[in-house]
Structure formats: C-alpha cells, structure tokens
C-alpha cells in the first residue's frame, strides 16, 4: 500500500531556491527546540514547586494540582491532537503549539495565584500535547525510511539531554533567581522555536488525510483517559480499593468499551481499530506503556532516595542522575544507527533485558550505597531506555500508515502517559503496602518509644518518600535512630518496587520480539531530497 503525499507549499520560491524550506536536518533542529521546551518544562517544574507553595501560600492539593493539571490535560488531548495534525496539517499544528506553550508558560510567571498557575498549567498540557504529536509526524513525513531511526535517535537525545537538565536549571533558577523565571525561560526557547519553524518546516499531506471529526470518538477517548489517569493520580490518596477510585476505573472502562464499539462504525474514525491489526504496532505500544512503567514508576522513588535519604540538594540528585540521562543522551543516536542496520528486535529486546537488569540491581541499593554503585546501575538503565525509547517509537509510527502518523504520534506519547502514571501509581502502592507491613516492627526492634495509632499513620507517610519523623528537640541518639529505621525501611519498600519494576522490564522484553521494522511508505522521504 503506497500512499501520495501532498507537498503543501511545494512550489514554495524559497525553498526552490535554498533548499531550506522542508530540509530533514533543518527540520529536524527546529523540532528539537520546540521539544527541549516541553520536555525541559517536565521536570524543571517539580524543583520549583516549594517556592511557589510558600510564595503564593498554596496547600499540598493545590500545589498537586500543578503537576495534576498539566499530566491530565496532556495524557487526555494527546490522540486527539495528532488527528488534528493529520487534518490540518503538522506544520500549523506544531507552531500553534510552540506559540500557545510559551504563552502560557509566560501567563504562569506573571501570575499573582495558584489558582492562575493551576489553570496555566492546564493551558500548557493542550498546547504541548499538539505539539509533540506534530513534532513526530514531521519527522515521518520528511525523512526517508533508512534515515528515520537516526532522526528519531536524534529526537530521543534531546529528550534524554533536556529532562537531565531540568532539575539542574531549575534548581539553579530559584535559587538564584525566583520560581517564575523557571516558566519565563520557556519563552524565549518558544520564540526561536516559532521563528525559526516559519522559515524551515514544509507541511506534508497525505492524500488520504481525514477531512472530517470524530466528535463523538473524541468524547469517548477523552472520557475513558481522564478517569484512568484521574483514578491512577488519586490511589495512592483514596486507596485502590476506596470506591471512588472504583468507580472512576469503571468509567474508564465503559467509556474505551463503548469508544472501541463506535470506533467500529463510524465513517471515519479517531483512532482507525485497523490500525491494530499490525501486531508490531500493537506490541510496540505495549511496549512503550511497560517501558514508561518501569523507568517513570522507578525513577519516581530515585529522587527521594536521593534527597531524603542521601541528604542531597535538587541540583546535587540532578547531577547524580547525569549516568542514566547521559547514557540515553550517548545511547539514543547509537540505537538508532543500530535499529537501522539490525531492525528494531534485536535492540529493544536487549534494551528491556538491560532495564531489567539495571532495575534489579536497583532493588539492590542501601541507604550506604556508594556513588560509583549507583552511577553504574543508572548508567545501564540509561543504556537499556535508549534504544527502547527510539526503536518503539519508530515502530509505531513506522507501522502507521502515513495518513495517520499524527495519530500514532499521540498514541506514542499517550502510552508512555499511561505507562508511567500506571507505573508511579502501582509502585507507590507496593511501596506503601511494604512500608506499612515493616515500619511498625523496625520501630519496635529499635526500641523506640511507642507511638499512637495517628502517630504510626503519620509517621508511615513520612517514611513513603523517605522521610525520618524526628520530633522537634529530639536527644542526637533518638534522632539517629529513627532515621535509621525511617531510611532502612523506605529502602525496603524501594526495593520491593525496583524487583515489580524489573520484571514488568523482563515482561516487555519478550513483548518486544514481536516487533519489526516499520512498513514505510515509499512517498514518506518524498519531500527529503536534500539530506
């Protein structure tokens, strides 16, 4: 099946004459600024969520919600923005995004509440969600087949670079500056992004683009990931078997049940169910939401390991994590060039068998635990991700017919969604499950003095993310005591969740030898002659 692309601004002068317009590397480099801006936006956040509780005096839901926010709004529009792309066109859609992003990353800045940022925030969740669908299709559309792995290997580098960043550049920003600078630097990465996208990017389309709107499929979709992700975000605060948390995985239920009987009937569908009878496609979503489960559910215990029980600062667990984010840095091109001569099997069978391995020398840790240890088990982990992170998403989107890579964009970037809040939620609850099942009688080993039932709960949250619950004018030895049983005993429920997460790694790798290289169409590198 061969499909014909429309060259939206083909006889465009400028590119005839310069060669610039709808070049893949150009066109690569503009898609990177955009998507160091989201990814950079991802983790650059989280530091400066302090300051900005203490300085607009929020409460922990509120300053939740700040996260929340922006997770549902992008988990819940990302399918339906790579539509919106394969109807209108990646180019259009990829510039709004830039420009609606950094707009409202500068509204968050100049905000004088929370209730402003939370709602920013949401802003920033839709705007980014068109773009890195967007982001994907172009690369789809304007690489040829052999070059595609390099490009998206390139892409996943800037990924891996830009998150490693995050923590380091905000850590630095509010300390030397103020919380809103962390949301102002998106700003001006917005604006060379936007200029620079105007001159270089060529919309493609496919002759087989939809013209029409699934609305009612997008309801559906939209209903069915809101409260699967809602219900996954407030587990660990309601509990799994609470009956909100019920009832909200039920109406996720219902609502991609009913999606999947419309999906059938409609003329022209959000998300064609055709499109899964490509078993490396299917597996290679599969893949990406078992990828995200172990490495966002692990890493999320990583950060307080390493700041509430190695004492660290934000800026000093950033550079800790160099390893891992450098080896996907290092990786990801590499994996690429891998994937191209080798096809995508090999790789992402190797990848998971190594994440799996990392995860499981993870579980390994001690409160102790050198640096040199830990850099090693964060560096394979990074060595493992990267090839994962670039041959799923070349899976894909390769699989996809072209007419519908802005889809399979968002069906990528959705799964790695779903995946890690599945991953943080259900490895929170094991952490949970083993700190309450251990904490009380490491306290009473260490003959500490008895604490009340409430005292016990509190203390137990405390301990979740690694917390010592040291009373006020405690003697030096009491101190050092409680510390040791808190740290000794999130180290266990750390462990535990690291073993979960190895085995959903060695789960995946047998998912991924039911990959292959994706289909490309031959009029996919049609607009990339100047490579």
């Not at 900005?52 to 509120?62: R, V």
């Not at 830039?98 to 802003?123: H, K, N, Y």
Request: net charge neutral.
């Amino acid at each position: 099946m061969t499909s014909q692309i429309t060259l939206a601004k083909e006889s465009d002068p400028s590119r005839d004459r310069t060669g610039r317009r709808g070049h893949p590397w150009l066109t690569l480099f503009a898609v990177a600024i955009g998507v160091v801006m989201v990814t950079l936006d991802g983790t650059i956040v989280a530091v400066a969520n302090p300051a900005i509780q203490k300085d607009l005096g929020a409460s922990l839901a509120e300053v939740q919600w700040i996260t929340n926010g922006y997770l549902l709004a992008l988990a819940v529009s990302l399918i339906t923005a790579g539509k919106l792309g394969d109807r209108f066109g990646h180019r259009q859609t990829f510039l709004i995004g830039i420009a609606g992003f950094a707009l409202s990353s500068a509204a968050i800045g100049l905000s004088s509440g929370v209730g402003l940022v939370i709602g920013f925030r949401v802003a920033q969740g839709v705007f980014g969600a068109l773009l890195m669908p967007a982001a994907l299709g172009l690369l789809r559309a304007t690489f040829p087949a052999e070059k595609l792995n390099m490009a998206i290997g390139i892409w996943g580098m800037v990924i891996g670079a830009s998150t490693a960043a995050g923590p380091i550049v905000g850590g630095l920003l509010v300390e030397h500056a103020s919380w809103q600078s962390v949301f102002f630097i998106n700003v001006p990465v917005g604006v060379a992004a936007l200029l620079f996208g105007l001159f270089v990017l060529l919309d493609h389309r496919a002759e087989k683009a939809p013209r029409s709107f699934d609305a009612i499929g997008i309801v559906l979709l939209s209903g069915g990931m809101f409260s699967l992700i809602w219900a996954l975000i407030k587990a660990a605060e309601w509990g799994w078997g609470d009956t909100k948390t019920l009832l909200f995985l039920g109406a996720s239920a219902v609502c991609f049940a009913v999606f999947a009987v419309w999906e059938s009937k409609v003329a022209e569908p959000l998300i064609p169910l055709g499109m899964f009878r490509s078993v490396p496609l299917s597996a290679g979503t599969v893949l990406m939401v078992l990828m995200a489960f172990a490495f966002m559910g692990g890493l999320f215990f990583v950060t307080f390991y390493l700041q509430n029980v190695h004492g660290m600062s934000p800026v000093d667990s950033g550079l800790h994590l160099l390893p891992l984010t450098g080896m996907m840095i290092i990786g990801s091109p590499l994996a690429g060039v891998a994937i191209t001569k080798a096809g995508p099997r090999l790789p992402l069978v190797a990848g998971m068998v190594a994440t799996a391995v990392a995860c499981f020398g993870m579980a390994r840790l001690t409160p102790d635990t050198g640096t040199l240890t830990m850099s090693l088990w964060f560096a394979l982990l990074g060595l493992g991700l990267a090839p994962v992170m670039v041959g799923a998403t070349e899976v894909i989107v390769g699989n996809a017919p072209l007419e519908l890579s802005g889809v399979a964009g968002g069906l990528q970037q959705a799964a790695m969604q779903v995946g890690g809040s599945l991953g943080t939620a259900v490895l929170g609850a094991v952490m949970a499950a083993r700190v309450g099942h251990t904490f009380g009688d490491n306290w009473e080993k260490a003959q500490l003095p008895p604490l009340t039932p409430e005292q016990l709960d509190l203390a137990q949250k405390g301990v979740q993310v690694g917390i010592a619950p040291v009373p006020p004018g405690a003697p030096e030895p009491v101190a050092r005591a409680i510390a040791a049983v808190a740290h000794d005993t999130f180290v266990s429920g750390m462990s535990t969740a690291f073993t979960v997460a190895g085995l959903v790694a060695v789960v995946a790798a047998v998912v991924a030898c039911f990959t292959k290289r994706g289909e490309h169409h031959a009029a996919a590198g049609a607009g990339a002659a100047h490579i």
